[in-house]
């Protein structure tokens, strides 16, 4: 049976708590527009049209790398900055180093968060992330070897910088109001990648690219002043907090106690089936939001024969619909546990189904839809929207089940969710290069395949109960 929390009102979105999530939607906008500035910028920085500036073209062997092209709308705009000799093979290893980045500390920074404190981890991720940012143009002078350098320690420092927010959350979060504060705080992701996709090109265009990666690391530097200055990893600590918000989350999370120095109990996880299901939810749900993401513009320009570059603000309404879809489910299922109408495990796999059966379906329809502009681009747009609803689902599921461990479980699920956008944006990208028609098809076909299998598994072994080997311990002394 689902443990039911306090129903004592605390302050409402005039809190604290509401600052943090707005503070850390702040950081998460700019965290994903220091990672997409690349991609906007190397159209220019690679632009063939101009005198050609240092040339250091990798020479490494080919390593093929499907989020190359993200952002065709700018890939003739005038700049005013130096233009570089690299190949698509380097323009790939380039890009894929962040994500190999994320991956190698999203498991042991979860974990030291769990132990030196999340505020000092997410800002000290943050702040090395800003400050890569500004150095880029300086690398890309230097050379190629420099900038994959930077781009993997800068993956590096964001997953610290990720997957510290659920540790911080464990604390801060009522479990009635987790998926309301997750979802705005998540939503900054979202919002991030629609204004760099509608900015960063006229950035570009009318300062040149350089000027992308100093806006965009300055406004990331402001943020950590703003983040050191005035978050907390605990309320229990924070000067500025009211006595009445303090005791009503302090209260809401009397029966998740957690511990400053604990070891993680890796072999009662690796037989836990809920925590499965969650890592099989991540894997399904990454699978096909990296492809909708990262080939939205090959699709549109290869199947609508839209030109991209005139319609920029197209390729970015996805994002929009996705922040959207993200806060209002958040707001929903909140508003379903508050007034008792569903439990929580119902809630997490209702929005799970939603999360993950209608972006299935919607993609099972695009192939069948070609013809239909309209009808196309409103499928596209649907997908990653109603995929986000997965935010509350089995996206904030850990906090459920093993609060002490969230962070280091979130870095290992959202491990399983990288792995799956490799994996998938490499069967896209062999799919595709067979057959254009038949590639398409059998893409979103293998994608609502694996859906389908996650929401299977997810709703077979999903729990919300705080799991046996996840509970505090009390020594008793005779």
């Excluded at 290069?433 to 299977?456: C, H, I, P, T, Y």
Aim: overall charge positive.
């Amino acid at each position: 049976m689902d443990q039911k929390p306090t129903t004592r009102k605390g302050p409402g979105f005039c809190s604290l708590r509401y600052g943090l999530a707005l503070i850390m939607h702040f950081s998460n906008f700019t965290m994903i527009t220091q990672r997409v500035s690349l991609s906007i910028a190397i159209i220019a920085m690679v632009n063939s049209t101009h005198q050609h500036g240092p040339s250091n073209a990798s020479t490494q062997g080919p390593l093929t790398d499907t989020l190359t092209n993200p952002s065709r709308s700018t890939r003739e705009l005038n700049t005013r900055a130096s233009v570089y000799q690299w190949s698509p093979e380097t323009q790939g290893i380039i890009f894929s180093s962040i994500s190999y980045g994320i991956i190698l500390t999203l498991i042991p920074s979860g974990y030291l968060a769990g132990i030196f404190g999340a505020k000092q981890m997410l800002g000290a991720g943050l702040l090395i992330s800003s400050l890569l940012t500004l150095f880029t143009p300086l690398a890309a002078d230097v050379g190629v070897i420099l900038v994959i350098v930077i781009r993997t320690v800068q993956g590096m420092a964001q997953g610290m910088a990720w997957t510290g927010q659920f540790t911080i959350w464990a604390k801060w979060a009522p479990p009635l109001e987790r998926s309301k504060l997750t979802s705005i705080a998540g939503s900054g992701a979202a919002f991030g990648s629609f204004f760099i996709l509608c900015v960063g090109g006229l950035i570009s265009q009318a300062l040149g690219w350089p000027f992308i990666f100093y806006i965009f690391g300055s406004i990331g530097c402001v943020c950590c002043l703003l983040w050191f200055t005035v978050i907390y990893d605990d309320p229990m600590h924070h000067p500025c907090i009211s006595a009445r918000e303090k005791e009503h989350i302090v209260s809401s999370l009397a029966q998740q106690p957690s511990s400053p120095r604990r070891s993680v109990p890796v072999k009662a996880m690796v037989r836990c089936l809920p925590l499965w299901a969650i890592f099989t939810g991540f894997f399904s749900h990454f699978w096909l939001c990296t492809i909708i993401l990262t080939y939205l513009p090959t699709y549109i320009s290869t199947v609508l024969h839209v030109n991209i570059r005139e319609s920029g603000v197209l390729s970015s309404l996805p994002f929009i619909a996705a922040s959207s879809c993200t806060i209002l489910g958040g707001q929903l299922a909140d508003f379903l546990l508050s007034r008792k109408l569903l439990s929580l495990i119902a809630v997490r796999k209702l929005f799970s189904s939603l999360g993950l059966l209608l972006p299935s379906l919607c993609a099972v329809a695009l192939p069948f839809v070609a013809s239909s502009y309209t009808t196309t681009i409103a499928l596209l747009i649907l997908i990653p929207g109603t995929s986000n609803l997965c935010d509350s689902g089995f996206i904030i599921n850990t906090l459920d089940v093993a609060p002490r461990y969230a962070s280091f479980l979130m870095g290992i699920s959202r491990g399983f969710g990288l792995i799956a956008g490799i994996i998938s944006s490499t069967a896209t990208g062999f799919l595709i290069s067979q057959d254009s028609e038949s590639g398409w098809r059998n893409v979103f076909f293998l994608s609502a395949a694996v859906n389908m299998f996650g929401l299977v598994f997810y709703l077979t072994f999903g729990r919300a109960e705080i799991q046996d080997w996840a509970k505090e311990r009390t020594l008793t002394r005779l």
